[in-house]
């Protein structure tokens, strides 16, 4: 049987350092109808005895908290994918509010789609490795003059506008809504395709390869592509992996 | 002479608990554009030694912050002021949330007034006695089941909706860059439909009209609409507002 569909966003925390904000996160999201929180490879491990007074009565939050070893493995099975940051990382990617963000969340799940919401670790933020696993950009407007929010405040106003978010008539709708490719689909065409141009020479070098390799990741987010058009690719790729047929046996 | 138009609403933190709430308030303010900041008889007194590295470098508040004996005080002069609770106190008053209050916030500076955003103490929350000087309740919608927001994170949502209110709409990059039509039009097209909209009733109050015609715009931005695309969608708006032809002149 199909997963049933989501109904609300997962929260993912990358590498988060304090187990104070695993918690002020889980009541953060729990104050705006949030439940399913995720962590990557939480520095002090899990649970965190740090985590629990900070949550302040979210305990369900952090009772249903999942871990796992990488992004990948986190938002495998969603179809969008909004990664936080504070400044501009000059990823060539869509950069929308947390007030656009919602509206889309709302909609990709209204059309059957899993959505993630990404924040990266306290002092570094999410990698570039990180955002290359993103479909969207998602950024706080701030003051210029001082942009200094914290994880459980990013936490706090993304969850905000998810719950305060009031579905409008679309004239006009996103026709892909729900129908992006799960990102496990997404990671299967990118592996495969960087072994086999990796097994033909491709990379030059070790430096070069993790720099293009996610350069094709992007590019790959960028064209959102639906899952039809993922296993078309599959069959593109892998038909020009093969020997040109020879002319005499036409 | 009368004083120059306040810019901005002032915050007015009465009788609060801890300097480290002080500063987290700071940094909230500042990180959206605010820099007035009342203490109505702060508990531990003032200066407080906590309240610094809280605020994470929102020093310029804290340095302006002026301290006062009571509500009444710091809120005389001001014309609009909006009481900050949890939960309902069953006054006679108008309850709105934080994007209402932002709206009005603006709507009432833009024509010469001066605006108080009031919050309570950490524990209790502003007595019966404060709220009766105020004119309206500013409460933040959450989850009915969990409603546990902190003082710093209720600052958080109420001065980031004051500063987006204003904040221009972010340009969305977009990888389609190239086949999207020309802003220009889509801004042509957004302000015919608000035009007939308006026109006709659409936009109740003055406060939402800004929102949803922000709204309006996010969602023909979001469809990536291509320059025939607008073209054709501009027509469909055109005859909708046509009157239906009278079936004898068929």
Avoid at 147 to 155: H, I, P, R, T, W
């Amino acid at each position: 049987m199909a997963p049933a569909p989501q109904a609300r966003p997962i929260v993912v925390l990358v590498r988060p350092q304090l187990g104070e904000n695993i918690g002020k996160t889980a009541r953060a999201m729990y104050n705006f109808g949030l439940t399913d929180l995720v962590l990557v490879a939480p520095r002090d491990g899990w649970p965190n005895p740090a985590a629990g007074p900070a949550a302040a009565g979210a305990d369900v939050v952090l009772d249903r908290a999942r871990v796992v070893d990488n992004l990948d493995e986190a938002v495998g099975d969603c179809s969008r994918v909004f990664a936080t940051t504070v400044r501009d990382r000059g990823m060539v990617m869509p950069v929308v509010t947390p007030l656009e963000a919602a509206a889309q969340a709302h909609a990709e799940i209204d059309a059957g789609g899993r959505v993630a919401l990404v924040f990266g670790p306290e002092r570094s933020g999410l990698s570039n490795e990180d955002l290359a696993l993103a479909d969207t950009i998602l950024t706080v407007p701030v003051n210029p003059a001082f942009g200094s929010l914290n994880l459980a405040q990013a936490v706090v106003l993304v969850a905000y506008e998810w719950f305060q978010h009031r579905a409008p008539a679309p004239a006009v709708a996103d026709h892909r809504a729900g129908q992006g490719a799960p990102k496990q689909a997404l990671a299967d065409l990118h592996a495969q395709l960087v072994a086999d141009l990796d097994a033909r020479g491709y990379f030059r070098s070790e430096g070069r390869y993790e720099r293009q390799a996610r350069s094709l990741r992007t590019l790959l987010e960028n064209a959102r592509l639906t899952d039809q058009e993922v296993q078309t690719l599959r069959g593109v790729f892998k038909t020009l992996t093969w020997a040109p047929r020879d002319p005499g046996d036409a």
